[in-house]
T-cell receptor, first 115, second 112 residues
Framework: DGGITQSPKYLFRKEGQNVTLSCEQNLNHDAMYWYRQDPGQGLRLIYYSQIVNDFQKGDIAEGYSVSREKKESFPLTVTSAQKNPTAFYLC??????????????FGPGTRLLVL | GQQLNQSPQSMFIQEGEDVSMNCTSSSIFNTWLWYKQEPGEGPVLLIALYKAGELTSNGRLTAQFGITRKDSFLNISASIPSDVGIYFCAGQRDPSGSRLTFGEGTQLTVNP
């Protein structure tokens, strides 16, 4: 049963704490992504990784960190430097398709709430 | 940042009606993707388009890749209550990269 899993579904954080969101995929996809979604808004790219041991900042990387030690896993750490971390976090992975295109598939998301 | 204009922002329709939404950009895209998101869930891929002029169907859904490569539309025929959700378009500009640009979504409400 292939897919993308994110855990936990809900996560509560106290101010000043770092928290790590898990993302695992068994689709054998090379590229993985983290997005943030705020109420009533679209998706904003935090970080992405096109290959193991390499990753790039997206549009809103400040206050976040990632690692890509394994192809299947791309954890996201929300650090205390992120001033407004309450949001819905989505992980995605992609596979080449079409003429140089990529098709991205999303996980079920993690909702982070700061107490 | 966002470079796709998605419209309409929201739609309220009666069950059985057809729906049309679109995305436009000033930039050329080489891939267009359409997703549906339900509350508290991740977006689910509906249709992927890879060639200018391509018209693809998935059940009651039909999407087209504009011939200018700067737009795409999604049609839903004979809407049903479970069509409710937010529909996002996404485009990929750079064939050598994998970043997507997303529209801000169309919120669809279907009244039984």
């Amino acid at each position: 049963d292939g897919g993308i899993t994110q855990s936990p579904k809900y996560l509560f954080r106290k101010e000043g704490q770092n928290v790590t969101l898990s993302c695992e995929q068994n689709l054998n996809h090379d590229a993985m992504y983290w997005y943030r979604q705020d109420p009533g808004q679209g998706l904003r790219l935090i970080y992405y990784s096109q290959i193991v041991n390499d990753f790039q900042k997206g549009d809103i990387a400040e206050g976040y960190s990632v690692s890509r030690e394994k192809k299947e896993s791309f954890p996201l750490t929300v650090t205390s430097a992120q001033k407004n971390p309450t949001a819905f976090y989505l992980c995605a992975s992609s596979i080449p398709a079409g003429e140089g295109g990529e098709t991205q598939y999303f996980g079920p998301g993690t909702r982070l709430l700061v107490l | 940042g966002q470079q796709l204009n998605q419209s309409p922002q929201s739609m309220f329709i009666q069950e059985g009606e057809d729906v049309s939404m679109n995305c436009t950009s000033s930039s050329i895209f080489n891939t267009w993707l359409w997703y549906k998101q339900e509350p508290g869930e991740g977006p689910v891929l509906l249709i992927a388009l890879y060639k200018a002029g391509e018209l693809t169907s998935n059940g009651r859904l039909t999407a087209q890749f504009g011939i200018t490569r700067k737009d795409s539309f999604l049609n839903i025929s004979a809407s049903i209550p479970s069509d409710v959700g937010i529909y996002f378009c996404a485009g990929q500009r750079d064939p050598s990269g994998s970043r997507l640009t997303f529209g801000e979504g169309t919120q669809l409400t279907v009244n039984p």
